[in-house]
């Protein structure tokens, strides 16, 4: 055997097995940061390739900037009606960008990663389709520095459902996890634009499994498409900042993932994309139990875009370990400025 066979035997050897867990850094913090809406993918009118080298270069810079413990893309990373047989090629491309800069992500689907090719009726459950959800999943997960999982096959099509666990920092013992990512599929292409009832139940489920394990753990939300309640917060929410300069296209039911959340007193707040120029967070709820909805910030270039004055950037979000947890949270735009800063509290 020749020597660089033997290198790639090493390097084949040492692959996603040896992914370290997510930990809080020694200061009880973890910073995430939200890649929302960045539409890669061959071109179509001002997108493809060559505003996708645009995003992948602002998307650099941010995280030599931010220097992330994780990035969570949460949807429409690539456009899949263009790209149908080279779908991972384009998605390969955008997690290069952080693999080389050392961050791990997780991923969930948005409602444009597996559309069907060329519109003509078919979609991705079509006989004949060449990239599907369940697909893109799987890949993903098998690369170097991914998180993602696949979710539970009973929730299908609904693919990207899943607990992602954050541990304590190095040196503190207990499995308990410190932070919890809870991801979720709001669906599109072949799949209806909805947080499935299933979907619901199996977050009640999995998270009283976990609180009867661990007690409450600080929880944290992903998911594409806005829930309904993300109005509601709007007109009448408290500690409203960002900016709404879009419409709030919710998905196609109310399958009461809100009242799900309000009823789970660990969850902080919920991350969302799809609505490219808002990027308010609101908190919104009973009294008792009011969680943080927050929209990202259209990160790359590749998509509709907003009023000049909206440019682009990403949202970045630092948990902080403290007695009483808290986020804290801006947007770094690509010129490295920041905008609107904000603390959650609980
Ligand atoms: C994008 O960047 C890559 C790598 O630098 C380059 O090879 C490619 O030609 C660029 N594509 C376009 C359309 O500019
Ligand atoms: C996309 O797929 C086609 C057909 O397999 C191939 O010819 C083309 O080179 C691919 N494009 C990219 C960017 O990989
Ligand atoms: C999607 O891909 C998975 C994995 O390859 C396969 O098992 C499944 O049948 C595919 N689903 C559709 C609807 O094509
Ligand atoms: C997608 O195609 C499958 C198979 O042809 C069909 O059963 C399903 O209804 C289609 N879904 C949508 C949303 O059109
Ligand atoms: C989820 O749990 C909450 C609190 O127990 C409950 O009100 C809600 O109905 C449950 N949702 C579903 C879909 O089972
Ligand atoms: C950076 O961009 C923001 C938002 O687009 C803008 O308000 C600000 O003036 C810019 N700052 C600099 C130094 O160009």
Same mark, same amino acid.
């Given at each position: 055997?020749?020597?660089?066979?033997?290198?790639?035997?090493?390097?084949?050897?040492?692959?996603?097995?040896?992914?370290?867990?997510?930990?809080?850094?020694?200061?009880?913090?973890?910073?995430?940061?939200?890649?929302?809406?960045?539409?890669?993918?061959?071109?179509?009118?001002?997108?493809?390739?060559?505003?996708?080298?645009?995003?992948?270069?602002?998307?650099?810079?941010?995280?030599?900037?931010? *220097?992330?413990?994780?990035?969570?893309?949460?949807?429409?990373?690539?456009?899949?009606?263009?790209?149908?047989?080279?779908?991972?090629?384009?998605?390969?491309?955008?997690?290069?960008?952080?693999?080389?800069?050392?961050?791990? %992500?997780?991923?969930?689907?948005?409602?444009?990663?597996?559309?069907?090719?060329?519109?003509?009726?078919?979609?991705?459950?079509?006989?004949?389709?060449?990239?599907?959800?369940?697909?893109?999943? =799987? %890949?993903?997960?098998? &690369?170097?520095?991914?998180?993602?999982?696949?979710?539970?096959?009973?929730? =299908? +099509?609904?693919?990207?459902?899943?607990?992602?666990?954050?541990?304590?920092? =190095?040196?503190?013992?207990?499995?308990?996890?410190?932070?919890?990512?809870?991801?979720?599929?709001?669906?599109?292409?072949?799949?209806?634009?909805?947080?499935?009832?299933?979907?619901?139940?199996?977050?009640?489920?999995?998270?009283?499994?976990?609180?009867?394990?661990?007690?409450?753990?600080? /929880?944290?939300?992903?998911? %594409?498409?806005?829930?309904?309640?993300?109005?509601?917060?709007?007109?009448?929410?408290?500690?409203?900042?960002?900016?709404?300069?879009?419409?709030? /296209?919710?998905?196609?039911?109310?399958?009461?993932?809100?009242?799900?959340?309000?009823?789970?007193?660990?969850?902080?707040?919920?991350?969302?994309? %799809?609505?490219?120029?808002?990027?308010?967070?609101?908190?919104?709820?009973? =009294?008792? *139990?009011?969680?943080?909805?927050?929209?990202?910030?259209?990160?790359?270039?590749?998509?509709?875009?907003?009023?000049?004055?909206?440019?682009?950037?990403?949202?970045?979000?630092?948990?902080?370990?403290?007695?009483? +947890?808290?986020?804290?949270? *801006?947007?770094?735009?690509?010129?490295?400025?920041?905008?609107?800063?904000?603390? &959650?509290?609980?």
């Amino acid at each position: 055997m020749t020597a660089p066979n033997v290198l790639a035997l090493i390097l084949l050897s040492s692959g996603a097995a040896a992914l370290p867990p997510l930990r809080l850094r020694s200061d009880g913090s973890f910073t995430i940061v939200q890649i929302a809406d960045v539409h890669t993918g061959e071109g179509e009118g001002s997108w493809g390739p060559k505003v996708d080298n645009k995003t992948y270069s602002v998307l650099a810079d941010l995280l030599r900037i931010e *220097h992330p413990d994780l990035a969570v893309l949460t949807g429409d990373m690539i456009t899949g009606l263009n790209v149908d047989a080279n779908a991972t090629v384009y998605w390969d491309r955008l997690v290069g960008v952080f693999d080389r800069a050392g961050v791990p %992500h997780t991923a969930i689907l948005g409602n444009h990663d597996a559309e069907p090719f060329s519109g003509s009726g078919k979609n991705q459950s079509s006989p004949g389709a060449k990239t599907n959800r369940t697909r893109l999943i =799987q %890949h993903d997960q098998r &690369l170097r520095m991914s998180h993602t999982q696949l979710g539970p096959s009973s929730l =299908q +099509p609904a693919v990207s459902v899943y607990v992602v666990d954050v541990l304590p920092s =190095q040196g503190q013992s207990g499995s308990r996890p410190a932070l919890q990512l809870v991801h979720l599929d709001s669906g599109g292409g072949g799949m209806p634009e909805e947080l499935s009832t299933e979907q619901v139940v199996w977050f009640n489920d999995t998270m009283r499994a976990r609180r009867s394990k661990w007690g409450d753990v600080p /929880t944290l939300v992903f998911v %594409h498409i806005p829930l309904w309640e993300y109005q509601d917060a709007l007109n009448g929410g408290d500690q409203c900042f960002g900016d709404a300069d879009d419409g709030i /296209t919710p998905t196609i039911s109310n399958t009461g993932l809100f009242a799900a959340l309000e009823a789970a007193p660990e969850v902080m707040a919920v991350f969302v994309g %799809h609505d490219h120029c808002n990027d308010f967070c609101c908190k919104w709820g009973s =009294q008792t *139990h009011k969680v943080d909805l927050c929209f990202g910030h259209h990160s790359g270039y590749g998509g509709y875009d907003c009023p000049s004055a909206y440019d682009h950037g990403s949202r970045v979000i630092t948990f902080q370990q403290n007695q009483r +947890p808290q986020l804290i949270t *801006h947007v770094r735009m690509v010129n490295a400025s920041i905008t609107h800063p904000g603390i &959650l509290k609980y």
